[in-house]
């Protein structure tokens, strides 16, 4: 050991998200869970944050929903993804 600190190396979204989407349905539902009031509460995020947020929600989150046969899930991270847009548009 050379007392070096490895650098870390974050996963692509799509590894990432992937690996949620073949997680078990409860921890499926967890990160939903996650998301949505992570939703509810970013508006004092910068608005770039806010859209690259949205646009992750929208390509990788909605459709775990989907495939977790959710449909409470769904509806509510779709109702505050339109929420959100119409926030960062006006």
């Not at 078990?24 to 967890?30: A, K, S």
């Not at 949505?36 to 004092?44: A, S």
């Not at 608005?47 to 769904?74: C, G, M, N």
């Amino acid at each position: 050991m050379t007392g070096m600190v490895k650098e870390k190396r974050k996963k692509s979204l799509d590894v990432y998200f992937g690996g949620i989407a073949t997680a078990p349905i409860l921890e499926r539902r967890v990160k939903l869970a996650d998301r949505l009031d992570n939703l509810h509460t970013l508006d004092e995020w910068k608005q770039e944050r806010i859209a690259k947020y949205l646009d992750e929600t929208r390509t990788y989150v909605l459709p775990i929903a989907q495939f977790t046969e959710s449909t409470h899930w769904l509806k509510e991270l779709e109702r505050e993804c339109e929420r959100i847009s119409r926030l960062i548009t006006t």
